[in-house]
């Protein structure tokens, strides 16, 4: 679960297709279904489908496009999908809902689901499925290709086996039900605290979402603080598309519910790990400091979050049910009782000392944890910081202020249940828009398991970098605070000083270059780092107007670290790292100040006029002041073009944001506040550097690139630094030489060959005449000129540069001399100076200066090219170069080759580039216009490209192999510097002020007591416990050592020198360290032996020998180290040093010890023991390490399990592996034969007419082209390209091209004579452009939803636009358009492929667009090679649609892509074109299908729900059956129901004889087909509406695939299984002994619901409900009735044949099989209609003859019946139907007039389709003879008993059979 503010809104693109809904009845009557598709605030809904049962179509599509949404919205955000029932009068009854989770969508490979079934359901029940593709991506994604289109064999074989296997939902296929799983989820909510971080009370409640479910539990009333009791239980069934659980805290309020937190879980993770109770905290931002926290979040970046919001205890868990009986309904049912998270008491305690680099006047430190606070007194500012309070400076805490009061807490012993400790930084400060007290201007985050535990002292201060708040303006600085922090379980009643030292280190900051630097103005900047560490700040010189600086400056920084005295570990404070944009002062300061100067003017000329002077003599001598007339010009002479227009929008939105920000506009006060003196902040980076230089350990400094984050909320990408670090003790620093900023370089040349200047777009439409390229180079070499070059064309040599900003008041730009920048500690207000050159910066004062900045000073060598009309080489008079305007982008072609000799660094970490600055030729003096730049890393021909591009990857931390955790802190040798811990006073004219125990005549050396304040003992870092251990008086030649003096002895000297005023006098004194311990021997051997090592020092003591073990006692072991005697310094000494032997054997003796490792040169021990493969435990360093680091931070007693670590939290990654969701393959149209992929792809089978298809565009599978495009940017903004071609080469030689192993390219690219010629002479005059568009792919409208698209071309300034082929409504248009036009390269080289959306008011606008540069794909060698083989070796391609749109918070351009387009493009000469046909381009013909479906009856049908009103079953009843089809390709002319005659009293069979005919089904391959029919059967009623019996589905797309596919008819025969859902739940009931045991809608056997987990049954009744749940599972329920039919599935042209048709129902033509009259279920007035009319006519007629005519019409009517009797067909008896006859019937040997009457001779083995050929005719029999009747032909007229005559053997043969073995034909 996460609960994070992410402010950065990002745009999606969504859609969808709904392809057919299922099972949409339970009851059996007929819907009205649509579908309602609901995201995030859309509503869709799809046309509404009439008289539905079972089974609908659908086949919509919609897309949204406009989804604007923060990245954590579109993790918790659900396409819905609702189905309904429509209703003419009242709402709509919903069948179901279920939804699909968007980040699951967009997370596929192909960033879509295709054809999968949604199971919906209600509030109660599981209910229909729902099938459909749901495809979703966002910024930067390539649009869904289309789904493989090809045949599914597999599928296609078992259809073609049994019709069965394509009935949907029978006999398993298509049936998701066996592999659905059931589950439970449980959530409960136990308690929340705190909500809103305590500030205000609300209406809480909570809901929980999820699968289309959403519950609310009940709301409490005026709190902030609650528990819950309730659980929240849903029921899920996989697979599903979902995988969040949403939680969310609702305040229930009478203007709406309003949202308070939110957060989710993971059901995949839940499945897998419960989740027992947890803390879940939130953090947000305090309603005190931001009033609208929407326009911070809505801003469009990601917001820091620095308030703590409230927390939530959450426990979750998922129950796997055995069968779909045992779900319940979602409900909120009683909470289990649960136990809370383990908590124990903490102490957190904190102890400020310094805070340093932030501006104010005080400054205070405050403490949080949840909605707990603690605060120190206020620090004050240090003298040694600016008077000006807006200026960083440093602040103390005198004597105790900045310790804070104990914070306890109750905090959860779990790491990840525990708040995080806020340490937030006040200062009082005037704003620029407002002035509070205090205000707080940083903060920080700190877990609590990285606090350390309180040993019994105050630890080791540590320096805190605060972060910046998010609603302050980037200038703001945060500050640093040096803290001691520590957490105890027990109150601490006393906290005394920390047992440190501070000890001096060097850090070296290695500055070396930055890259791709963003600038929030629309100006190349000037830029310049600052380095910040332990409160020391440097910072580098101003590199002007170019956003890759080469600084490569070393900044040197004495910084101060705390030195813990128990483990001599210090921990180095966080490296800040900022690049400043120093834009000097707008024009509205400048004003100000000429303002100000002027008014001053005045008053000094009026007080001269009243005086009597001459004002003319007091204005001179004014003007010899301040300089010259010139100075009161307002100062805008140096801006020779300053666009009034830009300057009053500008200062219409300063007065805009003045008046906002007066209103408390958060916005506006961040951009007030962005630029302060001078210089806007670009970005920020933290640097945790670990890594000790020492001279036994010596290290490598790498320069790392490392990310820079600015923005308006600091956390976007600006930038990238390249920076190296050494840190050193100051005693070896001088054994360390600073590495030299200068690489290793290698001669090389760089040639550059330069085509032109590509859609040159500069601000406000300023238009360039000349330009002026120059071509700059990074150069190493020693004689390297900085800022010069030689130049081609006119202006050769010349550089010009533009006024540097002007200096201003304070630190605020550094100083550009070789020194280091602005120092923290600066007082003076001075302007900076400027590098030598021309234009140095003067001035005074106020920070006022002028004059010129020169170029940037970098090591770098530069080439100026002047556009010219007239190029210098010229292939003939009228050889020019172009220049052209297109669509207000300008464009130059220059045609040149540079060749620069240089030399580039070996190793391509240091990233080596070419860089291109855009000049304007009328006015060099200018800023460059822009600027662009190319990496050469990756050219170096002596380091492999991978390996280029992983060293000049930037990164967001800086990490080095080298160092280690910064939390263990860096293990130092010694407490102090070298000589230290000595010190020498000389006294001279003044007392000593010194104090000794004069009481004590023992204890020696002599400790002092006091030391007055201000003395020279004191100025010279004496202290109390300090030992004195030498004097010197005047005269004397060597100090007098005192080390056997008692404290008395000592205070006796020092009085009577003081009383004799012996001067001058030396003291020398020894520091006491706490680390060391004092071994004091007053007589006798010294009883140690030291280590035999003559190397080694200082001595290491190997034992003690003493009885006593006295060494043992005073706590000295083995290894320790004897760094002092009698105040004689050993450390240098070993144990065969004389001088060492004999301070041993003085007596008394003082031996000073320390541990093992920690003495002087201890670190070589270190770093031998350390570099040992094993401890001597046995155990690995590092394991022993990782294992300590795990118990300690990480896991505790799960630190070694071999099973995975449980994580129930849902990161932003969703996993689908748990979801049996598999990736979809891509696949593309087939419009001229296979197509295939061209990249990566298998092909199946090969074919002449396969075209191959690259995924994407045609660019990802062609390598780099062979001119680079490399973009221009003036401040952040694109203006335009510049196309050229480079090389490096190594040794330098500028007749390289020339070799003869030399590519073609390059010796053409690179010679200027031939790289004229080849596009001069060579290239046509015209390209010819065939541009073919097979269709579009989820294209949107311009807007959102439907569009309707329409092709548009853009070649240069011309336009094509096919408004007429516009597709309506249509988001897969089918164009199939090829176009042809001729272009000129270069004017009309960037090709556009668009489409735009029609609008029948209004204008057309665009939907989106494709830019092709034609110039790159002609001159590309695989390009050639494909043009080459032939039209149809050109792959296909999909070019996304991008659409371009502004985001209005951040400024930037947001590129989405509105759906592809699947085309391919040939470029040709046009001369010769003709000569190319053009490929044949039409749309795949389609094949047209006929079926035929003959419904012969139906049987075993269930009559259990045809009830009438009072429940009693109906029976016999009248039945009909209808066929539908349900296929949006068919265009025939039947009706697309069709239903048979009625069969009256049926009891559950019936017989129809009906054939139903659907023709003209169009077939297209490569096009989705989707054919379906309905069989069902229906209940008839005189009056009311017929009811539904049963139906069935059959998926017909297969067999008229097959029969379009290979031209052949299929017939099938089968008895298709019907079902009805309502009568499928009756049964089941009833089989399983009692009412329905499964009702979703409640609990089991009707039960209330309060489902506890059924954690209190007992085994027994759990094994038995399984059991019952297991068979109720494997119950088989028959089908609601079974129908016979005949499919028969036709080409068209076949069945178009007048021998192949037949008629509708049993019309004429009745054949192919001929349909008699049914035998059953009719009236005699059914059946023979034209006789009961007669007989009616009859009736009439004799009622008017009287009784004569009524017997001659009993007569008639008898006669007439007899006739129809002997015509019809008959069943089995005395004459019946041939049926009967057998096989051997239709042996020509047999019965020779059977074979040729039943024309056996075409019909194979068809035994079935032969005997319905044979029927029997009695009133034929009487009038003709079976000769006569077979040998024309007719129907056979065997009667019972009858033989066949075989005409060659005459042999009577009885082909009749008994009644006993017939089988029935019909």
Same mark, same amino acid.
């Given at each position: 679960?996460?609960?994070?503010?992410?402010?950065?809104?990002?745009?999606?693109?969504?859609?969808?297709?709904?392809?057919?809904?299922?099972?949409?009845?339970?009851?059996?009557?007929?819907?009205?279904?649509?579908?309602?598709?609901?995201?995030?605030?859309?509503?869709?809904?799809?046309?509404?489908?009439?008289?539905? /049962?079972?089974?609908?179509?659908?086949?919509?599509?919609?897309?949204?496009?406009?989804?604007?949404?923060?990245?954590?919205?579109?993790?918790?955000?659900?396409?819905?999908?609702?189905?309904?029932?429509?209703?003419?009068?009242?709402?709509?009854?919903?069948?179901?809902? @279920?939804?699909?989770?968007?980040?699951?969508?967009?997370?596929? $490979?192909?960033?879509?689901?295709?054809?999968?079934?949604?199971?919906?359901?209600?509030?109660?029940?599981?209910?229909?499925?729902?099938?459909?593709?749901?495809?979703?991506?966002?910024?930067?994604?390539?649009?869904?290709?289309?789904?493989?289109?090809?045949?599914?064999?597999?599928?296609?074989?078992?259809?073609?086996?049994?019709?069965?296997?394509?009935?949907?939902?029978?006999?398993?296929?298509?049936?998701?039900?066996?592999?659905?799983?059931?589950?439970?989820?449980?959530?409960?909510?136990?308690?929340?605290?705190?909500?809103?971080?305590?500030?205000?009370?609300?209406?809480?409640?909570?809901?929980?979402?999820?699968?289309?479910?959403?519950?609310?539990?009940?709301?409490?009333?005026?709190?902030?603080?609650?528990?819950?009791?309730? =659980?929240?239980?849903?029921?899920?069934?996989?697979?599903?598309?979902?995988?969040?659980?949403?939680?969310?805290?609702?305040?229930?309020?009478?203007?709406?519910?309003?949202?308070?937190?939110?957060?989710?879980?993971?059901?995949?993770?839940?499945?897998?790990?419960?989740?027992? $109770?947890?803390?879940?905290?939130?953090?947000?931002?305090?309603?005190?400091?931001?009033?609208?926290?929407?326009?911070?979040?809505?801003?469009?970046?990601?917001?820091?979050?620095?308030?703590?919001?409230?927390?939530?205890?959450?426990?979750?868990?998922?129950?796997?049910?055995?069968?779909?009986?045992?779900?319940?309904?979602?409900?909120?049912?009683?909470?289990? $009782?649960?136990?809370?998270?383990?908590?124990?008491?903490?102490?957190?305690?904190?102890?400020?000392?310094?805070?340093?680099?932030?501006?104010?006047?005080?400054?205070?430190?405050?403490?949080?944890?949840?909605?707990?606070?603690?605060?120190?007194?206020?620090?004050?500012?240090?003298? !040694?910081?600016?008077?000006?309070?807006?200026?960083?400076?440093?602040?103390?805490?005198?004597? #105790?202020?900045?310790?804070?009061?104990?914070?306890?807490?109750?905090?959860?012993?779990?790491?990840?249940?525990?708040?995080?400790?806020?340490?937030?930084?006040?200062?009082?400060?005037?704003?620029?828009?407002?002035?509070?007290?205090?205000?707080?201007?940083?903060?920080?985050?700190?877990?609590?398991?990285?606090?350390?535990?309180?040993?019994?002292?105050?630890?080791?201060?540590?320096?805190?970098?605060?972060?910046?708040? *998010?609603?302050?303006?980037?200038?703001?600085? $945060?500050?640093?605070?040096?803290?001691?922090?520590?957490?105890?379980?027990?109150?601490?009643?006393?906290?005394?000083?920390?047992?440190?030292?501070?000890?001096?280190?060097?850090?070296?900051?290695?500055?070396?270059?930055?890259?791709?630097?963003?600038?929030?103005?629309?100006?190349?900047?000037?830029?310049?780092?600052?380095?910040?560490?332990?409160?020391?700040?440097?910072?580098?010189? /101003?590199?002007?107007?170019?956003?890759?600086?080469?600084?490569?400056?070393?900044?040197?920084?004495?910084?101060?670290?705390?030195?813990?005295?128990?483990?001599?570990?210090?921990?180095?404070?966080?490296?800040?790292?900022?690049?400043?944009?120093?834009?000097?002062?707008?024009?509205?300061?400048?004003?100000?100040?000429?303002?100000?100067?002027?008014?001053?003017?005045?008053?000094?000329?009026? =007080?001269?006029?009243?005086?009597?002077?001459?004002?003319?003599?007091?204005? !001179?001598?004014?003007?010899?002041?301040?300089?010259?007339?010139?100075?009161?010009?307002?100062?805008?002479?140096?801006?020779?073009?300053?666009?009034?227009?830009?300057?009053?929008?500008?200062?219409?939105?300063?007065?805009?944001?003045?008046?906002?920000?007066?209103?408390?506009?958060?916005?506006?006060?961040?951009?007030?506040?962005?630029?302060?003196?001078?210089?806007?902040?670009?970005?920020?980076?933290?640097?945790?550097?670990?890594?000790?230089?020492?001279?036994?350990?010596?290290?490598?400094?790498?320069?790392?690139?490392?990310?820079?984050?600015?923005?308006?909320?600091?956390?976007?990408?600006?930038?990238?630094?390249?920076?190296?670090?050494?840190?050193?003790?100051?005693?070896?620093?001088?054994?360390?030489?600073?590495?030299?900023?200068?690489?290793?370089?290698?001669?090389?040349?760089?040639?550059?060959?330069?085509? @032109?200047?590509?859609?040159?777009?500069?601000?406000?439409?300023?238009?360039?005449?000349?330009?002026?390229?120059? /071509?700059?180079?990074?150069?190493?070499?020693?004689?390297?000129?900085?800022?010069?070059?030689?130049?081609?064309?006119?202006?050769?040599?010349?550089?010009?540069?533009?006024?540097?900003?002007?200096?201003?008041?304070?630190? *605020?730009?550094?100083?550009?001399?070789?020194?280091? @920048?602005?120092?923290?500690?600066?007082?003076?207000?001075?302007?900076?100076?400027?590098?030598?050159?021309?234009?140095?910066?003067?001035?005074?004062?106020?920070?006022?200066?002028?004059?010129?900045?020169?170029?940037?000073?970098?090591?770098?060598?530069?080439?100026?090219?002047?556009?010219?009309?007239?190029?210098?080489?010229?292939?003939?008079?009228?050889?020019?170069?172009?220049?052209?305007?297109?669509?207000?982008?300008?464009?130059?072609?220059?045609?040149?080759?540079?060749?620069?000799?240089?030399?580039?660094?070996?190793?391509?970490?240091?990233?080596?580039?070419?860089?291109?600055?855009?000049?304007?030729?009328?006015?060099?003096?200018?800023?460059?216009?822009?600027?662009?730049?190319?990496?050469?890393?990756?050219?170096?021909?002596?380091?492999?490209?991978?390996?280029?591009?992983?060293?000049?990857?930037?990164?967001?931390?800086?990490?080095?192999?080298?160092?280690?955790?910064?939390?263990?802190?860096?293990?130092?040798?010694?407490?102090?510097?070298?000589?230290?811990?000595?010190?020498?006073?000389?006294?001279?004219?003044?007392?000593?002020?010194?104090?000794?125990?004069?009481?004590?005549?023992?204890?020696?050396?002599?400790?002092?007591?006091?030391?007055?304040?201000?003395?020279?003992?004191?100025?010279?870092?004496?202290?109390?416990?300090?030992?004195?251990? *030498?004097?010197?008086?005047?005269?004397?030649?060597?100090?007098?050592?005192?080390?056997?003096?008692?404290?008395?002895?000592?205070?006796?000297?020092?009085?009577?020198?003081?009383?004799?005023?012996?001067?001058?006098?030396?003291?020398?004194?020894?520091?006491?360290?706490?680390?060391?311990?004092?071994?004091?021997?007053?007589?006798?051997?010294?009883?140690?032996?030291?280590?035999?090592?003559?190397?080694?020092?200082?001595?290491?003591?190997?034992?003690?020998?003493?009885?006593?073990?006295?060494?043992?006692?005073?706590?000295?072991?083995?290894?320790?180290?004897?760094?002092?005697?009698?105040?004689?310094?050993?450390?240098?000494?070993?144990?065969?040093?004389?001088?060492?032997?004999?301070?041993?054997?003085?007596?008394?003796?003082?031996?000073?010890?320390?541990?093992?490792?920690?003495?002087?040169?201890?670190?070589? #021990?270190?770093?031998?023991?350390?570099?040992?493969?094993?401890?001597?435990?046995?155990?690995?360093?590092?394991?022993?390490?990782?294992?300590?680091?795990?118990?300690?931070?990480?896991?505790?007693?799960?630190?070694?399990?071999?099973?995975?670590?449980?994580?129930?939290?849902?990161?932003?990654?969703?996993?689908?592996?748990?979801?049996?969701?598999?990736?979809?393959?891509?696949?593309?149209?087939?419009?001229?034969?296979?197509?295939?992929?061209?990249?990566? =792809?298998?092909?199946?089978?090969?074919?002449?007419?396969?075209?191959?298809?690259?995924?994407?565009?045609?660019?990802?599978?062609?390598?780099?082209?062979?001119?680079?495009?490399?973009?221009?940017?003036?401040?952040?903004?694109?203006?335009?390209?510049?196309?050229?071609?480079?090389?490096?080469?190594?040794?330098?030689?500028?007749?390289?091209?020339?070799?003869?192993?030399?590519?073609?390219?390059?010796?053409?690219?690179?010679?200027?004579?031939?790289?004229?010629?080849?596009?001069?002479?060579?290239?046509?005059?015209?390209?010819?452009?065939?541009?073919?568009?097979?269709?579009?792919?989820?294209?949107?409208?311009?807007?959102?939803?439907?569009?309707?698209?329409?092709?548009?071309?853009?070649?240069?300034?011309?336009?094509?636009?096919?408004?007429?082929?516009?597709?309506?409504?249509?988001?897969?248009?089918?164009?199939?358009?090829?176009? !042809?036009?001729?272009?000129?390269?270069?004017?009309?080289?960037?090709?556009?492929?668009?489409?735009?959306?029609?609008?029948?008011?209004?204008?057309?606008?665009?939907?989106?667009?494709?830019?092709?540069?034609?110039?790159?794909?002609?001159?590309?060698?695989?390009?050639?090679?494909?043009?080459?083989?032939?039209?149809?070796?050109?792959?296909?391609?999909?070019?996304?649609?991008?659409?371009?749109?502004?985001?209005?918070?951040?400024?930037?351009?947001?590129?989405?892509?509105?759906?592809?387009?699947?085309?391919?493009?040939?470029?040709?000469?046009?001369?010769?074109?003709?000569?190319?046909?053009?490929?044949?381009?039409?749309?795949?013909?389609?094949?047209?299908?006929? /079926?035929?479906?003959?419904?012969?009856?139906?049987?075993?049908?269930?009559?259990?729900?045809?009830?009438?009103?009072?429940?009693?079953?109906?029976?016999?009843?009248?039945?009909?059956?209808?066929?539908?089809?349900?296929?949006?390709?068919?265009? @025939?002319?039947?009706?697309?129901?069709?239903?048979?005659?009625?069969?009256?009293?049926?009891?559950?069979?019936?017989?129809?004889?009906?054939?139903?005919?659907?023709?003209?089904?169009?077939?297209?391959?490569?096009?989705?087909?989707?054919?379906?029919?309905?069989?069902?059967?229906?209940?008839?009623?005189?009056?009311?509406?017929?009811?539904?019996?049963?139906?069935?589905?059959?998926?017909?797309?297969?067999?008229?695939?097959?029969?379009?596919?290979?031209?052949?008819?299929?017939?099938?025969?089968?008895?298709?299984?019907?079902?009805?859902?309502?009568?499928?739940?009756?049964?089941?009931?009833?089989?399983?002994?009692?009412?329905?045991?499964?009702?979703?809608?409640?609990?089991?056997?009707?039960?209330?619901?309060?489902?506890?987990?059924?954690?209190?049954?007992?085994?027994?009744?759990?094994?038995?409900?399984?059991?019952?749940?297991?068979?109720?599972?494997?119950?088989?329920?028959?089908?609601?009735?079974?129908?016979?039919?005949?499919?028969?599935?036709?080409?068209?042209?076949?069945?178009?044949?007048?021998?192949?048709?037949?008629?509708?129902?049993?019309?004429?033509?009745?054949?192919?099989?001929?349909?008699?009259?049914?035998?059953?279920?009719?009236?005699?007035?059914?059946?023979?209609?034209?006789?009961?009319?007669?007989?009616?006519?009859?009736?009439?007629?004799?009622?008017?003859?009287?009784?004569?005519?009524?017997?001659?019409?009993?007569?008639?009517?008898?006669?007439?019946?007899?006739?129809?009797?002997?015509?019809?067909?008959?069943?089995?008896?005395?004459?019946?139907? *041939?049926?009967?006859?057998?096989?051997?019937?239709?042996?020509?040997?047999?019965?020779?007039?059977?074979?040729?009457?039943?024309?056996?001779?075409?019909?194979?083995?068809?035994?079935?389709?032969?005997?319905?050929?044979?029927?029997?005719?009695?009133?034929?029999?009487?009038?003709?003879?079976?000769?006569?009747?077979?040998?024309?032909?007719?129907?056979?007229?065997?009667?019972?008993?009858?033989?066949?005559?075989?005409?060659?053997?005459?042999?009577?043969?009885?082909?009749?059979?008994?009644?006993?073995?017939?089988?029935?034909?019909?």
């Amino acid at each position: 679960m996460t609960a994070t503010i992410d402010s950065t809104r990002r745009k999606y693109v969504a859609g969808f297709r709904i392809h057919d809904a299922k099972e949409l009845s339970f009851d059996g009557s007929a819907v009205d279904p649509l579908v309602v598709i609901r995201c995030l605030g859309r509503e869709y809904r799809t046309e509404v489908k009439k008289g539905k /049962v079972q089974h609908c179509k659908f086949e919509e599509s919609y897309i949204w496009n406009d989804i604007h949404v923060t990245e954590a919205e579109f993790n918790m955000a659900y396409i819905e999908f609702e189905l309904q029932s429509a209703n003419v009068f009242f709402r709509n009854d919903v069948i179901g809902c @279920g939804k699909v989770q968007l980040a699951m969508v967009r997370k596929r $490979p192909n960033h879509s689901y295709n054809r999968k079934q949604l199971q919906l359901s209600a509030n109660t029940q599981l209910t229909a499925k729902l099938t459909v593709s749901v495809w979703c991506y966002g910024e930067g994604d390539k649009p869904p290709v289309p789904e493989e289109m090809d045949l599914n064999q597999e599928e296609v074989d078992a259809h073609l086996e049994d019709l069965n296997n394509a009935v949907i939902g029978h006999g398993g296929q298509n049936n998701i039900s066996q592999f659905s799983q059931f589950y439970h989820i449980f959530v409960q909510v136990h308690r929340a605290e705190q909500l809103g971080g305590g500030e205000e009370t609300y209406n809480p409640y909570v809901s929980v979402e999820f699968n289309g479910h959403t519950l609310k539990g009940p709301a409490a009333k005026d709190t902030h603080t609650l528990a819950f009791d309730d =659980a929240f239980r849903i029921p899920v069934v996989t697979p599903l598309f979902a995988d969040s659980i949403v939680i969310r805290v609702w305040d229930k309020t009478w203007r709406g519910d309003q949202l308070i937190v939110q957060g989710r879980l993971s059901f995949s993770l839940l499945r897998m790990n419960a989740l027992n $109770p947890k803390w879940f905290n939130f953090y947000g931002f305090s309603k005190a400091e931001v009033t609208d926290v929407q326009a911070l979040t809505g801003h469009g970046e990601y917001a820091e979050e620095n308030a703590y919001q409230g927390r939530l205890l959450i426990s979750a868990r998922v129950n796997k049910v055995p069968g779909q009986s045992g779900l319940q309904k979602p409900d909120v049912v009683k909470g289990m $009782p649960q136990e809370e998270p383990p908590s124990n008491v903490q102490n957190i305690l904190c102890d400020c000392f310094q805070i340093s680099g932030c501006a104010g006047s005080e400054v205070y430190v405050s403490i949080s944890l949840g909605n707990k606070t603690k605060v120190s007194k206020e620090g004050k500012r240090s003298e !040694e910081s600016p008077d000006d309070h807006t200026q960083p400076g440093r602040f103390f805490f005198e004597d #105790d202020k900045g310790r804070i009061s104990p914070l306890t807490a109750i905090i959860p012993t779990n790491h990840e249940d525990q708040l995080d400790v806020i340490i937030s930084l006040w200062s009082r400060v005037t704003s620029l828009v407002s002035e509070a007290d205090f205000k707080r201007i940083g903060f920080l985050r700190v877990k609590v398991r990285d606090i350390k535990d309180w040993r019994g002292e105050t630890g080791t201060p540590q320096w805190l970098a605060m972060r910046p708040m *998010a609603h302050l303006p980037s200038s703001t600085e $945060p500050g640093s605070i040096l803290v001691a922090l520590a957490k105890s379980p027990e109150t601490v009643l006393t906290r005394g000083v920390p047992n440190v030292k501070p000890v001096k280190f060097v850090l070296r900051c290695y500055v070396c270059q930055a890259r791709n630097l963003a600038s929030e103005s629309s100006k190349v900047p000037s830029t310049f780092c600052q380095v910040s560490c332990a409160g020391e700040v440097k910072s580098t010189k /101003v590199e002007a107007f170019t956003s890759t600086p080469n600084w490569a400056e070393l900044l040197t920084l004495d910084i101060s670290l705390q030195c813990q005295l128990a483990n001599l570990r210090v921990y180095p404070e966080p490296i800040q790292i900022i690049v400043y944009d120093n834009i000097g002062r707008d024009v509205f300061e400048m004003a100000a100040d000429n303002v100000a100067q002027a008014a001053d003017v005045f008053a000094k000329v009026t =007080a001269a006029a009243a005086k009597g002077e001459d004002a003319q003599e007091v204005l !001179e001598a004014i003007s010899d002041q301040v300089g010259n007339a010139g100075d009161l010009s307002w100062g805008f002479e140096q801006e020779k073009k300053l666009d009034l227009k830009q300057v009053g929008l500008d200062y219409a939105n300063y007065v805009k944001d003045l008046g906002l920000g007066w209103t408390g506009d958060v916005m506006a006060q961040k951009r007030l506040g962005a630029v302060v003196d001078g210089r806007r902040v670009l970005g920020r980076a933290q640097v945790n550097y670990a890594k000790l230089l020492h001279p036994l350990v010596p290290t490598k400094m790498r320069p790392k690139w490392i990310k820079l984050h600015g923005g308006s909320m600091g956390t976007k990408h600006t930038g990238d630094v390249m920076i190296g670090f050494e840190l050193t003790r100051v005693k070896y620093a001088a054994q360390f030489a600073p590495k030299p900023l200068k690489p290793p370089a290698k001669p090389c040349l760089v040639s550059i060959s330069i085509v @032109g200047l590509r859609n040159l777009k500069l601000d406000d439409g300023w238009e360039i005449h000349k330009p002026v390229v120059q /071509v700059v180079v990074d150069d190493l070499s020693d004689e390297t000129k900085k800022g010069k070059g030689k130049g081609k064309g006119t202006g050769k040599g010349k550089r010009a540069t533009k006024a540097a900003p002007q200096a201003v008041e304070g630190n *605020a730009a550094p100083k550009a001399d070789a020194g280091d @920048g602005p120092k923290s500690n600066a007082k003076a207000k001075a302007a900076p100076k400027a590098v030598k050159g021309k234009g140095a910066v003067k001035g005074k004062g106020k920070g006022k200066a002028k004059g010129k900045t020169p170029r940037p000073v970098k090591p770098e060598k530069t080439t100026t090219v002047v556009w010219d009309a007239t190029p210098q080489v010229q292939l003939h008079d009228r050889d020019t170069n172009k220049q052209w305007t297109v669509n207000g982008a300008q464009g130059f072609e220059f045609l040149t080759v540079v060749h620069m000799e240089t030399m580039l660094p070996k190793l391509p970490a240091y990233d080596p580039d070419l860089r291109f600055r855009l000049l304007d030729g009328d006015d060099l003096e200018g800023a460059p216009l822009a600027e662009g730049r190319i990496s050469l890393a990756e050219s170096l021909p002596w380091v492999a490209p991978a390996r280029a591009r992983r060293a000049v990857m930037a990164k967001d931390e800086y990490t080095d192999s080298e160092m280690g955790d910064p939390a263990d802190g860096l293990p130092v040798s010694d407490a102090d510097d070298d000589g230290s811990n000595y010190i020498e006073v000389t006294l001279g004219n003044q007392p000593a002020k010194i104090a000794f125990n004069k009481k004590d005549k023992a204890m020696f050396p002599p400790s002092v007591t006091a030391v007055a304040p201000k003395s020279a003992a004191f100025e010279a870092g004496v202290r109390a416990g300090d030992w004195l251990i *030498a004097v010197q008086k005047p005269g004397d030649e060597k100090a007098r050592r005192t080390h056997s003096w008692n404290p008395a002895d000592a205070s006796g000297f020092i009085e009577e020198t003081d009383q004799n005023k012996v001067r001058p006098l030396i003291l020398k004194f020894r520091r006491k360290v706490k680390a060391e311990v004092h071994v004091r021997i007053t007589q006798g051997k010294t009883e140690l032996e030291l280590v035999q090592d003559k190397d080694d020092h200082p001595p290491k003591i190997f034992k003690d020998t003493s009885k006593e073990k006295i060494w043992r006692k005073a706590g000295v072991s083995t290894g320790w180290r004897i760094v002092d005697i009698n105040g004689v310094d050993t450390t240098e000494m070993t144990f065969k040093n004389p001088k060492l032997q004999a301070l041993m054997k003085e007596r008394p003796a003082v031996f000073t010890c320390r541990p093992h490792g920690l003495a002087l040169k201890g670190a070589g #021990d270190r770093a031998i023991q350390e570099g040992k493969p094993v401890l001597l435990s046995g155990v690995a360093t590092k394991v022993q390490k990782e294992r300590e680091h795990k118990e300690k931070h990480k896991d505790g007693a799960m630190a070694f399990l071999r099973v995975p670590r449980p994580h129930v939290v849902l990161p932003s990654v969703v996993n689908t592996q748990h979801l049996n969701i598999r990736a979809a393959r891509g696949g593309v149209l087939d419009v001229q034969g296979m197509a295939r992929f061209y990249a990566g =792809a298998e092909v199946k089978e090969e074919s002449e007419n396969m075209r191959p298809c690259v995924q994407g565009t045609i660019e990802d599978a062609m390598p780099p082209p062979v001119f680079r495009n490399i973009r221009l940017f003036s401040g952040p903004l694109e203006v335009g390209q510049i196309k050229a071609r480079f090389k490096v080469i190594t040794p330098a030689d500028k007749a390289w091209m020339k070799r003869p192993k030399v590519i073609s390219d390059d010796q053409v690219f690179f010679n200027e004579l031939l790289l004229r010629k080849r596009f001069k002479l060579d290239q046509p005059h015209a390209i010819r452009v065939r541009c073919y568009i097979l269709r579009g792919l989820n294209i949107s409208g311009a807007n959102s939803g439907y569009g309707n698209p329409y092709l548009y071309f853009g070649y240069g300034q011309e336009k094509v636009f096919h408004q007429g082929k516009r597709f309506l409504q249509d988001v897969e248009p089918r164009f199939f358009h090829t176009e !042809e036009h001729d272009v000129q390269f270069p004017e009309q080289s960037l090709c556009e492929i668009g489409v735009y959306d029609y609008q029948e008011n209004g204008k057309d606008q665009l939907i989106g667009k494709s830019t092709i540069d034609l110039e790159d794909r002609f001159f590309t060698r695989q390009y050639k090679i494909w043009m080459r083989a032939g039209a149809k070796n050109m792959p296909m391609e999909y070019r996304a649609m991008i659409s371009e749109q502004m985001d209005y918070n951040t400024g930037e351009v947001n590129k989405l892509s509105k759906g592809s387009l699947e085309m391919w493009m040939e470029l040709l000469d046009a001369t010769t074109a003709a000569e190319v046909p053009v490929s044949k381009l039409f749309e795949p013909p389609s094949v047209e299908v006929e /079926v035929r479906c003959i419904i012969w009856g139906v049987y075993d049908m269930s009559l259990r729900l045809c009830v009438d009103e009072y429940g009693d079953q109906r029976s016999p009843i009248s039945i009909r059956a209808r066929c539908a089809l349900d296929c949006k390709t068919f265009s @025939g002319s039947q009706s697309l129901v069709q239903e048979t005659d009625q069969h009256d009293g049926s009891t559950g069979e019936g017989e129809f004889n009906w054939r139903c005919i659907f023709s003209r089904i169009a077939v297209t391959k490569g096009v989705a087909l989707d054919c379906f029919l309905t069989l069902s059967v229906w209940e008839y009623f005189t009056i009311s509406r017929p009811e539904l019996i049963c139906e069935a589905m059959i998926d017909v797309k297969n067999y008229c695939k097959q029969v379009a596919q290979d031209r052949i008819m299929i017939e099938m025969d089968s008895d298709v299984p019907l079902s009805n859902q309502q009568l499928y739940k009756l049964l089941r009931a009833e089989k399983m002994g009692g009412p329905e045991m499964y009702t979703i809608e409640g609990d089991t056997n009707g039960q209330g619901g309060n489902d506890d987990d059924s954690d209190s049954s007992d085994e027994s009744d759990e094994g038995v409900k399984d059991a019952e749940q297991k068979a109720a599972a494997d119950v088989e329920i028959p089908p609601a009735g079974y129908m016979k039919i005949t499919l028969q599935f036709f080409a068209q042209t076949e069945a178009s044949q007048s021998e192949m048709k037949a008629g509708l129902g049993r019309d004429e033509p009745n054949r192919d099989p001929g349909l008699p009259y049914p035998t059953t279920g009719r009236s005699w007035q059914y059946t023979l209609p034209a006789a009961e009319a007669a007989i009616e006519t009859i009736i009439e007629v004799s009622a008017s003859w009287g009784r004569k005519g009524r017997c001659c019409s009993l007569c008639v009517i008898f006669l007439a019946v007899l006739v129809v009797m002997m015509t019809q067909p008959t069943r089995a008896g005395t004459t019946e139907c *041939a049926g009967v006859f057998t096989q051997s019937c239709y042996d020509r040997n047999v019965c020779a007039n059977c074979y040729y009457c039943a024309e056996i001779q075409n019909r194979g083995t068809d035994w079935a389709a032969k005997k319905k050929r044979l029927c029997v005719n009695i009133f034929s029999a009487l009038t003709q003879s079976i000769d006569a009747i077979c040998s024309g032909k007719g129907d056979c007229n065997l009667a019972t008993g009858t033989t066949c005559k075989d005409p060659a053997e005459q042999d009577e043969t009885m082909c009749f059979v008994g009644a006993a073995s017939v089988v029935t034909t019909r």
